[in-house]
């Protein structure tokens, strides 16, 4: 699916186009005139865009928006902020499972450098949410908020996310198995590579969470989050 | 989880290696003679290795292997063979989520060069299962089929797979749920990019699969594939 954003709209109903995405249509979708796209507005409806014009330079989109984006879940993802090789594949898996809010907490296993690499702006994070909508034809932008201290976080945001939901803590070797059919909204979170610390899983279970064991095997961030919301959902 | 294969063992207890895992332990494991490391024996038990020598060219473990691997879930997944990039990830992620069965099938939107790609190469193939089974800690490498021609695999093999368990078909739009609790073994199907053609649902259907629909987001294979291991196992 194209996303489309607000500047794209020349008026109501007509969508233009220039720069990456052109060339995309061009070359992946191999567009003509009158072929129809699949198409969304970002935040708004999704459908069809028919090719009015394309030329070098210029996309031009009859646009028909008459579907609703699919329901986010009602899940919050906390998760310690992974290599930033990890990074961009777990935030756009996030933003195409459907994630409504994902927080990008630190912890103690979190290197410093983490934080401050490229693929932790805003900007960089924004796109990789936007090829997850892209993927699983959606347009709503999950919320971000990167908690760069845990303590704060986990102490003052974090029971009030779990209250009158389910809260899990995906932590290997715990035994703990989470209800069939929790009760939404969820918040689950996912430890860095090495898992939590003792002092971290203590407070995450004091904020609420209940342990939840994936089993023996050790999964990839990017496999256990999709795994996780496979089966609570 | 370091894999050993039984070429490095000296003697029982004893294995000696060289080249590229023993690089991987000095620099990623860092360890020092006296280390514990957790390793597995292809095919065999798990356990640890303490280092009793790391010199240039040799590492020498002294192996207790007393745990069994984690056992393999009862599941085939018949894979539409992906875009060689997709490919690898997809094969990986089969092996760590623990499929015991991997079918590498034909279909019509899966380009001949797919087959040719040299990621399609045995040697090749085995290397990401590896990859998967260090990352699960696992030692059992899945078995796997590269069916090249779709009719005679789904008409004459394929009835014999689903008998006795259940099958299923991922397939958008079709609006079908799995059972809550489907009996064991089950055989997965999922498409290529593009999905299935309708001659290929009809004869997937022929041969005992059940259509399921994952919803309106569509997902990557890989994610696709985690997701449905965690709703089913």
Do not use: C
């Not at 992946?28 to 459908?47: I, N, S, T």
């Not at 935030?91 to 994630?99: D, F, H, P, Y």
């Not at 898992?195 to 004091?206: H, N, P």
Request: glycine share 10%; aromatic share 4%.
């Amino acid at each position: 699916m194209l996303l489309l954003f607000p500047e794209d709209l020349v008026r109501p109903g007509l969508a233009r186009l220039s720069g990456r995405r052109l060339e995309h249509v061009r070359e992946v979708h191999r567009a003509e005139v009158g072929d129809d796209l699949a198409v969304g507005l970002l935040g708004g409806p999704m459908g069809q865009g028919r090719v009015l014009r394309l030329e070098e330079g210029v996309l031009e989109l009859d646009l028909s928006l008459d579907q609703a984006p699919p329901p986010k879940l009602p899940l919050t993802l906390v998760l310690a902020v992974p290599r930033p090789k990890v990074l961009n594949r777990v935030v756009a898996a996030a933003a195409s499972l459907g994630v409504a809010h994902l927080v990008l907490l630190n912890a103690w296993k979190v290197e410093k450098a983490y934080w401050a690499s490229p693929r932790m702006k805003p900007e960089s994070l924004r796109e990789q949410l936007l090829l997850g909508l892209e993927q699983a034809k959606d347009t709503v932008l999950p919320e971000v908020t990167l908690a760069r201290l845990f303590r704060p976080f986990v102490e003052d945001e974090l029971p009030g996310l779990v209250a009158g939901g389910t809260g899990l803590l995906a932590h290997p070797g715990t035994g703990g198995t989470a209800p069939r059919v929790p009760a939404a909204p969820i918040t689950l979170a996912i430890g860095p590579e090495g898992g939590w610390i003792d002092a971290e899983v203590q407070s995450l279970l004091q904020a609420g969470l209940q342990p939840l064991d994936l089993g023996p095997r050790i999964l990839r961030t990017e496999t256990a989050l999709a795994a996780l919301v496979g089966r609570l959902f």
